[in-house]
């Protein structure tokens, strides 16, 4: 695993490829097919202009309710929602929904550390609007301009039901398979267990999330080199419990 | 991250500080301070002999009123409640539970892989009595018998709500903090934020578990170098989310 070097702050409209290259280039790298490459969902997000204006947002009804008992700006409730296809818990400081892209994700991945400095129009990052496609997109951009297929992962740093901690979740995915199906053991009666998943896009979301954490300044791209993955057009979808299976939700 | 060549399979009683050694040698590795040994349950629990043999357990009421509800043997359902303190959820298929230890985990994470093939007295495999015991015990070996001090992971493959397919959890630490605080950032009203903690031992317990995922043979052990943790004497407690606190349980 490598972290990207001096990976600059990105702004809306920049061409992202071209910044993955040009850092590649200063660590001496250069891009194989299969190569794994993990991008935190802020600078796609800022990359693709997902900012929103709190000035400019009316809160809704349910958002001017929700908001006291949350405790937080209606007009930030109201970002939230808008992201959102249902609340599904809440309490001060958070709301937890099913975004709208399927992954449940406290505050709809809106208000972290995206808060502008700019007091009098202050500003949120929203998620990309579809990280799979936003996935599939470098992917593509890579292969055209460098002649390898690349995986992608999209992570962004999640809560989870249980546990303390953020931990690195992939969001959008694209080039490989990120549920991995094992081969099937038996069970006390000699029947085929249950088939056991292995969620390895959110391993290595989270291998990448420890690596960026590790970083002193921002680093928000790591190279994995040698996973061994199944190549697949599908995105990030099958990562995603269905809600009629969910006992948590 | 290397994953650690060789590795015997592990019997009751086997010195695991000894394999580990003699792995490392065949490597050409020796250890360092602050290197992160993360190590697959299941062989801490074969050195520890946490077998358990189903004939020999008698299932209480509870369990055979629960059995036909998840569509498991009655006792191996009474091993998972004599595992656990609380039921959390139930559907055919799965218990899942607050291990005794403060984790919540499906089926006490005893009946994935490890039934036995001896039809006449099936056994099945518990967690260790107390993972960050284990851990400490190890951390302690090491220590005494290289002079390295070492950090130690027991991480298992576990289910998550919300999302498909298992992801490595730390269930044991030993040497450093698992839950790592961030600088606060200002919220709208320029109040500090809520605390953001990184779990990062979970996050190393997935990136190892992608890499014994990724192993022809069994891996069970992986050595991290050069990751900056900081040092502490606490277990894994930490990245356990108070009962009272939790939205999800």
Redesign the interface.
Known sequence: ?HILPEFPLVEPGDDLCEHILVSLQKASLSLQTGDVLVLAQKIISKAESRYAY?NEVVPSQQALELAPKVDK?PR?VELILSESDEVI?Q?P?VI?VAHKNG??HANAGI???N?SSD?EN?RVLLLPEDSDVSARRLRDELLERTGCQVNIIIND?AG??????????AIGTAGFEP??DLIG????F?RP??V?????A???A??A??MM??AAEGAPVVLVRG??LIPSDSGSG????EKAM????
């Open positions: 695993m709190l700006d930030l818990r309490r400081g937890i992954y449940v208000d972290k550390s808060i007091e202050p740093s989870r039901a249980w546990r303390n901690g953020t931990a690195g979740m549920l991995v053991q038996n069970d006390l000699d267990m249950e056991t998943q292995v969620a390895v959110d391993e290595l989270a291998a999330s420890f954490g590790q996973a061994k099958a990562l995603i419990r969910d006992l948590f939700r």
